[in-house]
């Protein structure tokens, strides 16, 4: 048990860094950001239930009161932290987009040791160092310092960021209240899905979908791998891991991108990108030297 959660961390991570293959395909077939986002909720959301349904009924169950916690992970987190990112695309590069959204391990760290004090040992701060250097190194800090950058974009991504921490806090909060992280997840993606829907113009959605078996299944995909499957294992994580090594630990994501994007879509493996990766790896062995420092128990 003491390295299963960090593993199940970590494949969250890597399924995270694989959304790149379906968002090339999907975005060249007309799909927007926003309806990108949706997609995730409206397949992940009934998935979900009927899982739950089959499998246990009770942990369908909330306390009304409660509410909160699932309102936080799904609106305040999933759907903010997309919408803010996609803004602050819109302004600014993707490589500022995505190191702004990697500050979200400072937001974890600095909300746990607040809220949940959670300890700011000295191998978590070197570890957040050397994630947050690694995650700059991948995104391209050439390509950022070239960037055109506004105050917009800037502001939008580090909400971006602030948003993404907050499914750590909130999910911590919940996972506090005993509920299962099956639970935590099935109710993250039904509130995600209500608040997407109110920003999704289904016409124009379904016209774009149809009836393409091939483009459907394409879609169920990437609902299930780019967000049922990797919450289920972020947040079965987050049961037994401290939220701030939890939020390290999930940097691989961009590393995974960047080895997807070298060997699927021949991308240009840069000597920046391959010392970010071995700065995310040994943040990853840091952090995981006597990793029982960091674990919960339930």
């Not at 701060?125 to 950022?144: D, E, H, K, N, R």
């Not at 394409?218 to 499957?229: C, H, M």
């Not at 840091?286 to 990793?291: A, R, T, V």
Request: aromatic fraction near 12%; include cysteine.
């Amino acid at each position: 048990m003491k390295k299963t959660p960090y593993i199940s961390i970590i494949a969250a991570a890597a399924l995270w860094g694989l959304i790149g293959v379906f968002v090339r395909d999907l975005s060249s077939r007309g799909f927007t950001s926003i309806e990108l986002t949706s997609l995730r909720a409206f397949v992940s959301a009934p998935v979900l239930t009927i899982l739950l349904l089959i499998k246990d009924r009770s942990l369908l169950k909330i306390r009304p009161k409660d509410c909160w916690c699932f309102i936080g992970t799904g609106l305040c987190s999933f759907v903010f932290f997309n919408v803010c990112y996609f803004i602050s695309i819109s302004y600014t590069s993707l490589a500022v987009s995505s190191i702004l959204l990697y500050t979200a391990p400072v937001f974890v760290m600095l909300l746990s040791l607040v809220l949940f004090r959670e300890k700011m040992t000295l191998q978590k701060t070197i570890s957040l160092a050397l994630a947050f250097v690694g995650c700059v190194l991948v995104a391209g800090i050439g390509q950022a310092a070239a960037a055109q950058v506004t105050a917009a974009g800037i502001i939008a991504g580090v909400l971006s960021g602030f948003g993404y921490a907050l499914y750590s806090i909130f999910g911590r909060y919940a996972l506090d209240k005993k509920y299962d992280s099956q639970t935590i997840t099935a109710y993250t993606f039904v509130f995600a899905a209500i608040g997407c829907s109110f920003l999704v113009d289904f016409g124009g959605l379904w016209e774009k979908i149809g009836m393409n078996l091939p483009l459907i299944l394409e879609i169920l995909a990437f609902g299930l791998l780019s967000s049922t499957i990797p919450f289920l294992l972020y947040t079965w994580g987050l049961t037994y891991v401290e939220s701030s090594k939890a939020s390290i630990t999930a940097t691989v994501e961009p590393m995974v991108a960047t080895l997807v994007g070298i060997f699927v879509f021949h991308e240009e493996m840069t000597a920046a990108s391959g010392i970010g990766i071995l700065c995310v790896l040994a943040a990853l062995i840091l952090l995981n030297i006597n990793p029982n420092s960091g674990k919960r128990s339930r």
